[in-house]
């Protein structure tokens, strides 16, 4: 059983910031890549930031020079800094990762979600 459990959304003005968390925790042998994602009413999914195991970062062009991904693999947590908040940003905000589970010499990867976090920004 794996579980990622989000944090910190809230309600905030426009220009402010908030710091998100996600922790994972369960049978983890490993954790692969680790995204953001987000959903406005309305509207589909779409990717905010990823961050691999190891390697460059990549953000969604509405978010660049705003936002920052990062994590602590010590701590199996992913974080996400969001500054200078728009109402637009206003959505729920989901954690993703590729986890590896372990059990005797078998491992398998796969895709999971955190329950999402709100974020609602005024003007």
């Known amino acids: 059983q794996v579980q990622l459990v989000e944090s910190g959304g809230g309600l905030v003005q426009a220009g402010g910031s908030l710091r998100l968390s996600c922790a994972a925790s369960?049978?983890?042998?490993?954790?692969?890549?680790m995204g953001w994602y987000r959903q406005a009413p309305g509207k589909q999914r779409e990717l905010v930031a990823a961050?691999?195991?190891?390697?460059?970062?990549n953000y969604a062009d509405s978010v660049k020079g705003r936002f920052t991904i990062s994590r602590d693999n010590a701590k199996n947590t992913l974080y996400l800094q969001m500054n200078s908040l728009k109402p637009e940003d206003t959505a729920v905000y989901y954690c993703?990762?590729?986890?590896?589970?372990?059990?005797?010499?078998?491992?398998?990867?796969?895709?999971?979600w955190g329950q999402g976090t709100q974020v609602t920004v005024s003007s």
């Open positions: 993703a990762a590729s986890i590896t589970t372990r059990v005797g010499v078998l491992s398998e990867a796969h895709d999971y």
């Open positions: 369960g049978s983890i042998f490993r954790i692969n890549a």
């Open positions: 961050i691999p195991r190891g390697g460059s970062t």
